[in-house]
């Protein structure tokens, strides 16, 4: 709808009125023979409905006709698959780079605000206007929705694969809802990945997502125990971890890497390639994942990744060296609103003996309203400091 009406808003509100006609005629009458077919032609002709309103006010007419007929297919979609052409639409460079990334995760990823903001650790109400700004420019530019030209991909490959990655995020530590994966989003993730990648087969970068999805979501199974809560990397069952993804994931780590073209998510799969090839937690090469972090850096110089960093160096170095990296980390007043932050300093502290604070920084943590499942891990390791806080001798 977006393709052809030229306007992610009107596209959007009138994809809602077809599903909405589904829900309501569907179960009286019956399920269509070609479901998505008939939501699209209903969709439609919402959309030419309101073009024809509009071009009843002076003016509208012949932009009305002429923004339709622009609209109409040109066989750049790449096998059928109108979402890369929205995902490449929503990046395009005339959008500033931050509207990019946000656009694209409301639009074709499907987040609320409330959950892009949460990923991109900013106020709810700024994303909303970035929303709103980004879709008019798009309306206003008169911006075509397609795949663009080879020579044209590069500029918009980097937010394109920060939004597929930002939704792979989102969908393996969701928030609002007591699951602790959300597969539906882990799987649109994978799928718009692979996708890219047979468009795009030689870019090392996309290879590499590719292999960090695959590495982490083989993981998900046993991130949960049979109640239901969160179970953290190092306590978890391997024998559940799928080894079909873990062995997809680590070719396509050797093949990206092999193009010595390296980039961020190469260097996160790799880093993805070291927890899966440890049989065991305790064989984990931290200090490999440390030095990998340390590399990530340069390319991505944020303290989320920082404070990733923080926690291989806690491993391999001792608590109190981990520690020291985080308490720089917590000064900042932005980061001072991202509950996992709080949470590893809570664990370190725990482990060099200072249960009091240990508790403070979980209960910092609960404070910034964190999702379901981390709220009852929290309240688990607190009522677990009051009961028998028993230190953890650096290594």
């Known amino acids: 709808?977006?393709?052809?009406?030229?306007?992610?808003?009107?596209?959007?509100?009138?994809?809602?009125?077809?599903?909405?006609?589904?829900?309501?005629?569907w179960p009286r009458e019956g399920l269509p023979a070609n479901p998505g077919g008939w939501v699209v032609a209903?969709?439609?002709r919402r959309a030419l409905d309101h073009l024809r309103r509009e071009s009843a006010r002076a003016g509208k007419e012949r932009l009305a006709v002429q923004g339709w007929a622009a609209a109409e297919p040109d066989g750049s979609a790449v096998a059928g698959d109108d979402q890369l052409a929205l995902l490449f639409a929503c990046c395009h460079p005339a959008l500033d780079p931050a509207s990019q990334v946000t656009l694209t995760l409301?639009?074709?990823?499907?987040l609320p605000a409330a959950s892009i903001a949460r990923l991109l650790l900013l106020p709810e109400p700024a994303v909303a206007q970035r929303i709103v700004r980004a879709k008019r420019k798009i309306r206003d530019a008169g911006i075509r929705l397609r795949v663009p030209d080879p020579a044209e991909r590069p500029a918009r490959l980097a937010p394109v694969l920060r939004a597929i990655y930002?939704?792979?995020?989102?969908?393996?530590?969701p928030h609002g809802t007591s699951a602790i994966v959300r597969d539906d989003l882990c799987e649109e993730a994978l799928r718009l990945t692979?996708?890219?990648?047979?468009?795009?087969?030689?870019?090392?970068?996309?290879?590499?997502?590719?292999?960090?999805?695959?590495?982490?979501?083989?993981?998900?199974?046993?991130r949960a125990d049979q109640d239901g809560a969160l179970v953290l990397l190092p306590d978890q069952d391997r024998s559940r971890w799928d080894r079909g993804r873990l062995g997809q994931g680590r070719s396509l780590v050797e093949a990206a890497?092999?193009?010595?073209?390296?980039?961020?998510?190469?260097?996160?799969?790799?880093?993805?390639?070291?927890h899966a090839d440890a049989g065991a937690a305790a064989d984990t090469d931290w200090r490999q994942i440390?030095?990998?972090y340390s590399e990530l850096l340069r390319f991505d110089p944020s303290p989320v990744i920082e404070a990733n960093r923080a926690v291989a160096v806690a491993y391999a170095e001792g608590?109190?060296?981990g520690l020291a990296i985080l308490d720089t980390l917590a000064a900042s007043s932005q980061f001072a609103r991202w509950p996992q932050l709080h949470i590893a300093r809570a664990a370190l502290l725990a482990q060099c003996g200072r249960s009091d604070d240990a508790a403070a920084a979980y209960r910092d943590a609960l404070a910034l309203e964190p999702a379901e499942p981390v709220r009852r891990h929290i309240s688990g390791q607190i009522a677990a400091l009051g009961a028998a806080p028993t230190p953890t001798q650096e290594t």
């Open 42 to 44: 209903v969709a439609r």
């Open 106 to 110: 409301r639009v074709v990823c499907g």
């Open 257 to 274: 890497l092999a193009q010595r073209r390296l980039g961020p998510y190469q260097l996160q799969a790799a880093i993805a390639a070291c």
């Open 290 to 292: 440390a030095a990998l």
């Open 319 to 321: 608590p109190s060296a």
């Open 194 to 222: 692979r996708r890219l990648h047979r468009l795009l087969p030689d870019e090392p970068e996309v290879t590499g997502l590719l292999a960090l999805i695959l590495l982490t979501s083989a993981r998900s199974a046993a």
């Open 1 to 25: 709808m977006a393709r052809l009406a030229g306007d992610l808003s009107l596209a959007e509100d009138c994809a809602q009125e077809a599903c909405a006609a589904a829900l309501a005629q």
């Open 166 to 173: 930002l939704t792979f995020t989102e969908g393996h530590s």
